[in-house]
Structure formats: structure tokens, C-alpha cells
């Protein structure tokens, strides 16, 4: 069940669960994130195979490459946890019965807190220590990409993964349901 399928009662429950619904709408812009840096890294090594032939080479190439990755993979920290396409214990919350799933679930919002606290209090550290330049990522200024840029993604989405899991803790305390993926990869 995502956002989109259960209604709310009252004006709290309407005030969360329009949150949740942006929450949810978020995770789909982060996943469209996601699959524009597999798109741009698809092309780049495209490119790369189709110039090598002609004794060509773009040395900036590898490393937006290896910056997209890095980009992808944060981007995806937010939507996979949205979007409910982490690995998930239902299978043993479910033999626990009904106090099992709101305690794991709970369990879940409360460790994701503990993790994305952690990140998000060395982020002053972690960007005052990144120093210099991705090597061979070029801007179209003709400057490199400064080092910073490359963990902007992972504490935006540390950020909203923070804010999603104190919204699923607020949804249990006024009583609505958990969003639930109807694909589980590993089912």
C-alpha cells in the first residue's frame, strides 16, 4: 500500500499523510536522479568504445563516470528507503504477529534515525576536510569539480530519510497504516 492508496481522517492525519504523499513523490524525482547518472554513465562508456577505434580518448570521461556513480549510489540512499525497495524483514516480523510489525517498523525508523544522525553531524567535518578537486572532471568553466560536491547527495538524502522515518513514527502514533511495497526484489 503507498500513499496514494488509503485515505486519513482528521486534520492530523490529512497534514501527514499529504506529507508522506510528497515524501513518496520525492522518492520518485531521487529515483529519476538515479536513472539520469546510469544514463549519462551509459553514454560516456558508450562513447569511449565508439572513439577508441579511431585512436581517440576523452581522459574526463573516467571521471565523471566514477563521480555519476558515486552520485547514483546516494541518490539512491533516499529513494530506495522511500520507496520501500530496501531489504526488509517482514518475513520474520510477520510470524510475530501484529506487535512484531509495528515493533520492527519502529525498529526500522529508529535505527535509520540513529545512522542518518551520524551522517548528518560529521557533515560540517566531512566538508570541511574535503579539499581540492575530483581529478579530470571537468566543468564547462574549464575548472574541476570540487571534492564537496561529490557527498552533497549522500546528506541530502541522509536528510530525507531522517525526515521520512520521523513521519512514519508520526503516522503509527495517529494510527495509519505503513506504506508497503507491493515488489519485494527478493521475493
Same mark, same amino acid.
Given at each position: 500500500?503507498?500513499?496514494?492508496?488509503?485515505?486519513?481522517n482528521?486534520?492530523?492525519? @490529512?497534514a501527514?499523510? $499529504?506529507?508522506?504523499?510528497?515524501?513518496? +513523490?520525492?522518492?520518485? &524525482?531521487?529515483?529519476?536522479?538515479c536513472?539520469?547518472?546510469?544514463?549519462?554513465?551509459?553514454?560516456?562508456t558508450?562513447?569511449?568504445?565508439?572513439? @577508441?577505434?579511431?585512436?581517440? +580518448?576523452?581522459?574526463?570521461?573516467?571521471?565523471?563516470?566514477?563521480?555519476?556513480?558515486?552520485?547514483?549510489?546516494? =541518490?539512491?540512499? =533516499?529513494? #530506495?528507503?522511500? $520507496?520501500?525497495?530496501?531489504? @526488509? #524483514?517482514?518475513?520474520? &516480523?510477520?510470524?510475530?504477529?501484529?506487535?512484531g510489525?509495528q515493533?520492527? $517498523?519502529?525498529?526500522?525508523?529508529l535505527?535509520a534515525?540513529?545512522?542518518?544522525?551520524?551522517?548528518?553531524?560529521?557533515?560540517?567535518?566531512? #566538508?570541511a576536510?574535503?579539499?581540492?578537486?575530483?581529478?579530470?572532471?571537468?566543468?564547462?568553466?574549464?575548472?574541476?569539480?570540487? @571534492?564537496q560536491?561529490? +557527498?552533497?547527495?549522500?546528506?541530502?538524502?541522509? &536528510?530525507?530519510?531522517?525526515?521520512?522515518?520521523?513521519?512514519?513514527?508520526?503516522k503509527?502514533?495517529?494510527?495509519?497504516?505503513?506504506?508497503?511495497? #507491493?515488489?519485494?526484489?527478493?521475493?
Amino acid at each position: 500500500m503507498t500513499p496514494h492508496e488509503y485515505q486519513s481522517n482528521g486534520a492530523l492525519q @490529512r497534514a501527514i499523510h $499529504r506529507a508522506d504523499k510528497i515524501g513518496w +513523490s520525492l522518492g520518485g &524525482a531521487f529515483i529519476f536522479l538515479c536513472n539520469l547518472c546510469m544514463l549519462m554513465m551509459f553514454l560516456l562508456t558508450a562513447i569511449t568504445f565508439l572513439i @577508441r577505434p579511431f585512436d581517440l +580518448s576523452a581522459y574526463w570521461i573516467w571521471p565523471w563516470t566514477m563521480v555519476l556513480f558515486v552520485w547514483l549510489s546516494f =541518490f539512491g540512499f =533516499f529513494a #530506495m528507503y522511500v $520507496r520501500l525497495k530496501d531489504v @526488509r #524483514m517482514d518475513l520474520v &516480523a510477520e510470524k510475530l504477529g501484529p506487535m512484531g510489525m509495528q515493533a520492527t $517498523r519502529l525498529l526500522t525508523n529508529l535505527v535509520a534515525l540513529a545512522i542518518c544522525g551520524v551522517l548528518l553531524k560529521v557533515f560540517p567535518t566531512v #566538508m570541511a576536510t574535503s579539499s581540492g578537486f575530483v581529478d579530470g572532471a571537468i566543468l564547462p568553466n574549464g575548472h574541476e569539480l570540487p @571534492r564537496q560536491f561529490l +557527498s552533497i547527495p549522500l546528506f541530502i538524502s541522509a &536528510a530525507l530519510i531522517s525526515v521520512s522515518a520521523l513521519l512514519d513514527i508520526a503516522k503509527m502514533l495517529v494510527g495509519l497504516p505503513e506504506n508497503v511495497s #507491493m515488489h519485494h526484489p527478493e521475493a
